[in-house]
């Protein structure tokens, strides 16, 4: 979960905070435009972290390193386990029961100017060579769980970011 806040409003606050979504074709959902976070595939020769950064920049056009991700379902689910207990990956599985696929969420906060988030509201990007048709969206971060409720990745973050901060952890 990306979440831009404008650089002229006070530091360390949720005020103005905004999370950028992806809106781009998803067929298999009956959907022309679904408000997703950006997420890609993660191949045999990376990290998760340098997967999420590079989908961050071939999705958006924010370079982002790899240092700069915050993992949001480590910081959230790591906790100690003894050797009898199951080890399962420290990342959300958004259909346990139909299939193995798991996803680590991670977050990237930056302040810009508010010109530059002006920016990025409706800014057309993928690649285009691999069929990529996206646009950017940004979302006030309190209403994210709703502009993007049908992507179960924009839920989980935005649940595990709500936890966490209350807590203190980020």
């Given at each position: 979960m990306i979440t831009l806040q404008p650089d002229d409003v006070p530091a360390g606050t949720e005020e103005e905070k905004q999370v950028i979504l992806t809106l781009q074709p998803r067929i298999p959902a009956g959907s022309l435009g679904m408000a997703e976070l950006p997420a890609g595939m993660l191949d045999d020769?990376?990290?998760?972290?340098?997967?999420?950064?590079?989908e961050i920049e071939e999705?958006?056009?924010l370079h982002v390193a790899v240092e700069d991700l915050i993992n949001l379902t480590e910081l959230a689910l790591s906790?100690?386990?003894?050797?009898?207990?199951e080890h399962l990956q420290q990342?959300?599985?958004p259909s346990p029961g139909g299939c193995d696929e798991f996803v680590p969420l991670f977050l990237y906060q930056k302040?810009?100017?508010?010109?530059?988030?002006?920016?990025?509201?409706?800014?057309?990007t993928g690649l285009r060579d691999y069929g990529e048709k996206i646009t950017l969206m940004l979302a006030p971060l309190g209403e994210a769980w709703k502009v993007g409720g049908r992507d179960s990745k924009v839920l989980?973050?935005?649940?595990?970011?709500?936890?966490?901060?209350?807590e203190g952890k980020i």
């Open positions: 020769s990376g990290t998760f972290s340098g997967s999420a950064a590079k999705e958006t056009g906790r100690p386990t003894s050797e009898d207990e990342a959300m599985y302040r810009v100017p508010r010109g530059q988030m002006k920016d990025w509201q409706g800014k057309l989980g973050a935005w649940a595990i970011y709500q936890g966490l901060k209350s």
